[in-house]
């Protein structure tokens, strides 16, 4: 006889007549949501200048809810410990201290919400915790391979827009990389193409390692196309993260072909990868994209004048005087250098979610501060940006160096359980989630989170420490 409360219904009652199956299919559903949720929202700015790109935060907002509807759910069904359960809790203080840094940050309207058309306050923190614990409470491992499929699905996606972007220059903000640079670059509904590189490189992962491990014949091909295409359209973002991606994808395959003894003919696969990448550069020196005639990144370019400066006015053009935008690491370095003076000057609590800007700013330029919106402001302080790539840093100089501690923490412990996990059950679902999940913490490195990025990667986070059941 199935549960009640006092005297309701048994369909008031769906949470505790919930079974362990039921739950997973709604995750699974919610989760895959997660995927594709930004890139549908930012669709629509993508086909009209009438709507802003404030509206991609909805995505975000409709697949968090549900997720953070189904996080309690999975919390009072006890299907994760939450006494012995170390991540939870260090995502937990990450929140709690993103609490304190949104009360002492320079905008707390800012710190909660986001940045107009970045949308990564505390609230997108939320968001990400309620992926993370719903990911953890999935039991059944059928829903993580559905999961996956959702990621190369949305990587399908973005592709196809990329490639519109990039052969046929509409639908796209980074035609040119300066005023005089026509490249066609492609940022897919990711809206920035190092976004856009990251969300492929967790695809191309997907695709990969379930192309050299996966037994079934029919799954292996269409990883393969898939990753045939991601590849080819990652060498269009013009990134050293489109690179460093198609990297991890083909090392992390190979890995997973060694730690699941699988067949080394299934090796072959991994050319799925790397030959679409060399096919795009091929194209690109032909001079069939654009207006230019060789290969070379642009990262400087796009991160800087098309997408923070151009297209969101969230930062000043960069100085030509003390930066050579061309230069692809001097503009990490510079990039980095900054941040560390900022974390110096913020080391408790930084400079408030999605903040970065404000302390760098140092001219009105004769302004009305009256009737000057903040971002008219931003465009005239020539050398300041909003984002590092690199989200470590990132991390420490918004949200302190406390919230640093945590998030590393956090990584390091889902580390640690799923090295020891993957000993003793090396499932080709263990070993894909793993992978990703390494991918993800060494991405973080040349990137920051974003709303399209994030909630795979914190959903990935949550399943790679699955502890259900296998299907029967």
Not at 41 to 60: H, N
Not at 324 to 329: F, K
Not at 381 to 386: C, I, L, S
Request: aromatic share 12%.
């Amino acid at each position: 006889m199935a549960k009640q409360l006092f005297n309701t219904t048994e369909k008031s009652n769906f949470i505790l007549n919930m079974t362990e199956e039921k739950y997973s299919q709604l995750a699974a559903y919610a989760l895959s949501a997660a995927c594709f949720a930004t890139a549908v929202f930012a669709a629509m700015p993508e086909f009209t200048d009438k709507v802003s790109y404030s509206i991609v935060s909805g995505g975000l907002a409709v697949s968090g809810v549900v997720c953070m509807v189904l996080a309690l759910i999975g919390i009072i069904k006890k299907y994760i410990d939450c006494k012995k359960n170390l991540p939870l809790y260090l995502f937990a203080a990450m929140i709690v201290w993103g609490v304190v840094s949104l009360i002492n940050s320079y905008s707390v309207n800012t710190a909660f919400y986001g940045f107009a058309g970045r949308g990564e306050g505390l609230l997108a923190i939320i968001f990400y915790f309620s992926f993370f614990i719903t990911a953890m409470c999935v039991r059944q491992e059928k829903t993580i391979e559905i999961i996956v499929n959702s990621l190369i699905a949305s990587g399908i996606l973005h592709s196809i827009f990329g490639l519109i972007q990039v052969f046929t220059e509409k639908l796209s903000h980074y035609r040119f990389a300066s005023l005089t640079i026509k490249i066609n670059a492609a940022s897919g509904l990711a809206q920035s193409p190092i976004f856009l590189a990251m969300v492929l490189s967790l695809a191309l992962t997907a695709a990969l390692v379930t192309a050299v491990l996966t037994d079934s014949k029919k799954r292996r091909i269409f990883c393969i196309v898939s990753a045939c295409l991601f590849s080819f359209v990652m060498m269009f973002t013009y990134s050293l993260m489109g690179i460093a991606g198609i990297i991890l994808a083909v090392l992390s395959a190979a890995a997973s072909v060694l730690i699941k003894k699988s067949p080394k003919i299934r090796l072959v696969s991994l050319l799925s990868g790397i030959l679409p990448a060399v096919l795009s550069v091929i194209i690109v020196s032909a001079g069939a994209v654009g207006e230019i005639s060789s290969y070379k990144l642009y990262d400087g370019y796009t991160l800087w004048w098309a997408d923070s400066y151009m297209r969101l006015s969230s930062s000043g053009i960069y100085d030509k005087e003390k930066l050579d935008i061309s230069d692809t690491i001097s503009v990490y370095k510079h990039l980095n250098s900054e941040t560390a003076d900022i974390i110096r000057k913020y080391p408790l609590t930084g400079t408030g979610e999605d903040q970065l800007v404000y302390p760098q700013l140092y001219t009105t330029a004769g302004l009305d501060l009256k009737s000057t919106d903040l971002n008219s402001i931003i465009a005239v302080n020539k050398g300041t940006f909003d984002k590092v790539y690199n989200e470590y840093l990132y991390t420490a100089a918004t949200r302190g160096i406390p919230s640093l501690i945590a998030l590393v923490g956090l990584l390091v412990s889902v580390l640690v359980m799923v090295c020891k996990k993957i000993r003793k059950s090396p499932s080709e679902n263990t070993i894909c989630t793993f992978m990703l999940f390494i991918c993800g913490i060494i991405i973080f490195f040349i990137g920051c989170s974003n709303i399209t990025f994030s909630p795979i990667f914190w959903t990935v986070s949550g399943l790679v420490m699955f502890s259900g059941k296998k299907n029967q």
